[in-house]
């Protein structure tokens, strides 16, 4: 047999997993693909209806699901890949006997798919807003996929401390879980900063993900420009979180293999 | 060649470190059929996924310049929930390098397990006779220098029993095993240098024969 180089063989074994996780993904439930489509949607048609209505006027210039659109895709990126990493390493356990797969190989083919589904996901909304009527134009495409890329590789290094800890520690995964409740709530995908009274600011500006949200509206939405969010921040976290990770995953990859 | 130098590997339990070698080193030289004998929990399962790379001494190295197989075993290596050809097609991605060589591959799998339709049937369905139809002719679809067995050949039917000693047979004239097993009888048809493991000792026999007679002693 020919020898590889590692970087081949990584290439492989993502490619491999990739290719899978696609399958188990939508090919094994028919409706796989309607569901990745369908459940945005239905949340986005159910805070339309509820908020819709008392907050066109506080955002001018701004069509409200396009709005809800910009929240809800990047949430539900961060959240799927999160809830899905938890369990990543004792779901893929099989594979480590195979010398090759390392225990991160299985959450980069997961980071590509999902990104693959809310890329394909997110162009469908756009289309559908504009053809509903509603103003679906890009202020600043390059500035919002390099914010939605900066987002994809946070909830990849998110997700594998989750992956990592969640290993050793079960009571860590349920903290998260319970966690990303009020999250959701906290997260910016219903409201802007500037519309919460100024003595809440400072709590909820601790989130990163409230950050996020800001500046991918700050680039989509040419009417829409934040005031307290901070692109350093995100920088900051992203760094900080995945040095993190990827600092204790090379701690206890040969654990996490042989455990 | 298969180089272990001052491997030490324990297990930790309640009452301490439970060593399976304390301070092994050993040249094992390429070409030679081995046989690893020892009790339940001597760590004999634990010296082959070493060698082959998916467990790791606490201190110390292992170091071959051979192209090593996965240890093939009846627990691991299988996603229960995908078919076997699911299971299968992944792992010839993992060892192809080309679209072409994966349908050979996946071709001679199919062929060989003579699963028949089970092929398409998830692996969490199958007895542990299948799951090794499967493991084998997965393993015999790539062509490594050395295999790495544990007690997958005692369990299958006879006719499958036959189908893998002559396949063996065939590939160890050019090739080696390192086989993990209780069957003294078939270590020493297959084999022929023994390691026994005992109490965190590591004995090495350059005739199985030998071995098998020391390690029948000690029972």
Redo the contacts between chains.
Sequence with gaps: ????TCWQIQK??V???F??EL??RFGSQKFGYFWAIMEPAAIIAVFWVMFGLSLRKTLPGIDYPMFLMTGMLPWQLFANITNRSMAAFEA??????????KPIDPLIARVFVEGLVYFTVFLLFMSLGKFLGFDAAIDDIFGLSLILAQLLFFSFSFGLLCAVIGTFSENYTKIIKIMLRPLFFSSGIFFTVATVPDKYKWLLLWNPILHFMELIRTYYFAAFQTQDASRIYTIFWTVGVSILALWLYSKLK?KI??S | MIRLEKVTKYFQTKTGRKYIMKDVCLDIPSGVNIGILGLNGAGKSTLLKMVGGIDFPNSGKIESDMNLSWPLSLTGGFQGSLTGKENAKLICRLYSKTDKDVKRALDFIFEFSELGDYFAMPVKTYSSGMRARLGFAMSLAFDFDCYLIDEILSVGDKKFKKKCMSAFNDLTVKRCIMLVSHNTKVLKKMCNAGIVLENGELNYFEDMDNAVKYYQSQL
């Design positions: 047999m020919e020898t590889r492989a074994v490619n491999a997993l290719l899978r399958k188990t893929n356990r099989g594979l480590f006997n195979y010398r090759q797969v040969n293999i042989a």
